[in-house]
Each structure stands twice: as C-alpha cells, then as structure tokens.
C-alpha cells in the first residue's frame, strides 16, 4: 500500500538495459499447478527471475560500474538513453548474492538479508516465468489462485508479498528499442506506487534528477504507473489484500503530478491506497497471528478467488474472497466489525466505499474505476513475489498504527498490534537479518478447484 524500494547496500551494485555476460543467468525453477477441478490439477514448469533493480549493471564488455552508491556513473550516464546503451545488466547468483533459494520443489524461499562477497543485500523482488523470456500472463478472472505460505520467521515490521502487477510480456522488449535485456533479466517492473526508484524505465537510464540518500537506492524523475493486485501483504502478525487501480489500462511512466508523490497522492495515475482488507483493521482481532484462528506460527494455504458478475472469464469483476486452510481445515474469511460498514468478508464496491467513508479515507480506488477497472486489468497480469522493508513509512500501514499521529480508537487507525518502531529499516535488519518467508505450492484455476477440506 505505501511499497517504497527494497534497498540494496551493495558497495557496487548497478543497472543496465544491455545484457552481462559475467554470470550465467539460470532461473530458479517453482513449478505451479492448474486446476479445473479438485484433485484435476496439471503441472506447468515455471520459474522465478530476480527484478532487473537488484542486479549488477556494467559498463557493457567491461568491469566498471554505471552505478556506484547511489549516484549514476556521469561518463557512461550523461542521459537516460546514452546510458541504456552503455550499460549492462548482469546475471544473478540466486543464492550467494541474494539468498533465493528453493528448498523443495514448487517452494521459494526468500531471505531478508543476505550476507555476500559484495557486503549485503536487503529484500528481494521476482517474477514468475512461463518461460526463460516470458512472463506468465494470468487472466485472474472468475478463477481463484492459491499458494501456502510460512511467515513464522517473519515479524512486525516486515513484508513477505505475493501480488499481480500489469506487467508487459516481454519486460518491454519488443516495445522499447533501448532495452536488449527484457524479462530474461526482470525487467519492466511497474506498481499502483508509480515507482520513482526503477533505475530503467521504457528502455531508458531514469538518471535525470536522480537524487536520494538512503541505502544506495535514489529517485529519479520518472516512475511507472500500472495496476496491482496485492493477494498478499503480510507478517506473522498482520495481513491484508488490496486491489488497487489506475487511469491507465497498461504500463504507463509518468513525471511530475501524475506520479502521484507526496501531496500529489490522489492525482496521481493510480490509486496508491487500495481497497484494503485487512481483519484486524475491520474489528476482529483475534483471527490472525500466532495462536489465533489462522495460525501464523505454522505454514497455510491462502485462497483468493475472483467473482465476476455474469459468472464468465470476460465478465466484469464483481467481489474477491478469501479463504484460509490450514490443517485441512477450510477457514472462511473473517468478518467486518466496523460501525457503518455492512458485515461481510469479501472486497466488493460496496464495501469499499462503506470502508473509505468509515474510516474517513479518500475514495481514491472508487474514482479511478474501482472494481470495474481492477477487473479489466485482471486479465493480464504477472505474478510477484518479494520480501521488503519499508523505507517511507515503516511498513506502520500494515500491522501498527497509522497514521502514527492519530489517535488509535479511531476507526480504522490500528492495523494490527505491532509496535510503530518495529519496522524501521535499521532497526529491522539488524534485528532480524535472517528473517525468510517460504512461498509454495502456487495452483491457479476455476473456483473452488484448487483447495478441499479433509
Ligand atoms: C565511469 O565510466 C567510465 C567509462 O565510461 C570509466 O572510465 C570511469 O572510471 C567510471 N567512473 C567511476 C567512478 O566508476
Ligand atoms: C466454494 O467453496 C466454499 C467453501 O467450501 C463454499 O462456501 C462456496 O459456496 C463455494 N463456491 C462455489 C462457487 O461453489
């Protein structure tokens, strides 16, 4: 909801749109499952490739780096498209560089910090692949996606997200002639947060006002607008899933105003809240968390289905519904408590627009679209899977109380019990350096065919 970059703190670590040749690229497979049916399930090979953000970028057949710290190399970066032509980006070592790793099959395990030769990396971003230069392109309606998640090791303060970003095909290959790199090497990331902290956009180095000084990430003057599903923002103390829409029906970069920053946040492209549902922040405390009714101190399946209003693939986005399991139990979402708001446990447009006026937030999602445009950026979505801090507001949004200076008891200010200093970035790597979330088990289908109670 407030995703700002997860931060590298290499001492050398840069981008590029042409492709290295130092590392091998080899992605780590994580199979999935398409289902039509309980028990009717086909496995599909695919795999995960690392966001282009985090990599290694080079002078082009050279050792030299086009980034250093957070500052673009002004010889081999005079301007955006200069630089996409001298700079490379590299393969990834999975595991020695960023600590991705998977553990069995169909599982991918994401370390918070990393220790490696080049001092350490922080958080992790990745995309699934139908193939080594494809992104798999889901079209999520009237279908549900499931997967099982262990965010024990994974406290206050932190975010293990599983969640749709309309991204090109291609990481933009075919449409930007100064990208040679494309989805190979996770390219063309885009988020509802119009991110100013991509190094590349459209095929160009964005170090025009590039500036910043936390970690050695930075912002520059433009960012990258397109819609998002988050299916899954969550800890082991806090969770919440939030369709969040744009004015735009594809990828698109923007400057200035449309970018959304600061006090521009609600003329921007996109709407950088959402329609969150977050249990504890709608009246029940006690559904989720270690020991509660979903039992974070062990692993669950999460299900999240998509409901169109005539029942088809093509109709229009009606409601997204949650379902639990765990110990093969099917656990249904929990339900509103929240004065004004109608109980229900499900996201629909009615309850969004009884949520914003409830907790007197800024119907920004209804604006743009609401469920309507959410469901026509359904059809062709990438999936992502990361594990971040929060740079901007101490991932406070998510499981604490915000904002920070307004008064608990009011409706809708208390998302979950942790403490406000809890995800402060220093504090948190270097509290919980080896905090991990493992992901697994991924199935994608018709309703109700991928999951069944014992
Ligand atoms: C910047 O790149 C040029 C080559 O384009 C190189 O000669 C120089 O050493 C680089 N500077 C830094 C600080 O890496
Ligand atoms: C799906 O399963 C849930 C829980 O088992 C059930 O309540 C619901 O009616 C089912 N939905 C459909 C469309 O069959």
């Known amino acids: 909801m407030y995703r700002s970059a997860a931060f590298l703190t290499f001492a050398s670590l840069v981008l590029g749109q042409q492709v290295g040749t130092y590392t091998a690229e080899r992605h780590p497979s994580m199979p999935i499952q398409v289902c039509t049916a309980p028990g009717q399930c086909t496995r599909e090979s695919t795999e995960v490739v690392l966001d282009a953000n985090w990599r290694w970028t080079h002078i082009t057949n050279g050792y030299t780096n086009c980034y250093t710290g957070n500052e673009w190399n002004a010889t081999a970066c005079p301007d955006g498209a200069t630089c996409a032509k001298n700079c490379a980006v590299d393969g990834a070592d999975y595991s020695g560089t960023y600590g991705i790793t998977t553990p069995s099959s169909g599982a991918l395990r994401l370390q918070f910090v990393k220790k490696n030769d080049n001092g350490q990396n922080v958080g992790s971003r990745v995309y699934l692949m139908a193939s080594s230069d494809k992104y798999k392109l889901f079209n999520l309606l009237n279908k549900e996606f499931t997967f099982d998640v262990d965010v024990s090791k994974l406290p206050c303060g932190l975010n293990g997200a599983v969640y749709f970003s309309e991204m090109l095909e291609d990481g933009g290959l075919k449409s930007f002639s100064g990208?040679?790199?494309g989805a190979k090497y996770g390219t063309g990331y885009?988020?509802?947060?119009c991110p100013q902290d991509i190094k590349f956009i459209n095929g160009e180095a964005n170090v025009e006002g590039w500036g910043g000084a936390d970690g050695n990430s930075g912002t520059?003057?433009?960012?990258?607008?397109?819609?998002?599903?988050?299916?899954w923002e969550a800890n082991s103390d806090a969770t919440a899933y939030t369709p969040h829409v744009c004015s735009v029906n594809e990828q698109t970069r923007c400057e200035g105003v449309d970018c959304g920053a600061g006090s521009d946040r609600y003329n921007s492209i996109c709407d950088k809240d959402g329609c969150d549902f977050n249990s504890y922040r709608l009246g029940n405390r006690e559904f989720y968390g270690p020991g509660k009714t979903v039992d974070t101190t062990r692993p669950f399946t999460i299900v999240t289905q998509f409901v169109t209003d005539d029942g088809t693939d093509s109709?229009?986005?009606?409601?997204?519904?949650?379902?639990?399991?765990?110990?093969g139990n099917v656990i249904p979402n929990s339900v509103t408590e929240v004065a004004g708001v109608d109980q229900t446990n499900f996201i629909s447009e009615g309850f969004c627009e009884q949520q914003k006026s409830a907790f007197g937030d800024?119907?920004?999602?209804?604006?743009?679209?609401?469920?309507r445009a959410m469901g026509e950026s359904l059809k062709k979505m990438v999936l992502v899977l990361s594990i971040w801090d929060d740079h901007a507001v101490n991932m406070n949004w998510l499981d604490s109380i915000f904002p920070n200076d307004a008064d608990p008891e009011q409706p809708g200010v208390a998302r979950g019990r942790c403490d406000p200093a809890d995800g402060v970035p220093a504090t948190i790597e270097a509290a919980h350096p080896d905090a991990y979330v493992i992901y697994s088990n991924i199935k994608f289908g018709a309703i109700n065919s991928t999951f069944t109670a014992n």
Request: overall charge neutral.
């Open 315 to 327: 109709g229009n986005l009606k409601s997204i519904h949650r379902y639990y399991v765990q110990d």
């Open 220 to 231: 520059g003057k433009y960012g990258i607008c397109c819609a998002e599903m988050d299916i």
């Open 190 to 193: 885009c988020d509802s947060q």
């Open 362 to 371: 800024n119907n920004y999602f209804g604006q743009l679209g609401g469920m």
């Open 179 to 181: 990208n040679k790199a």
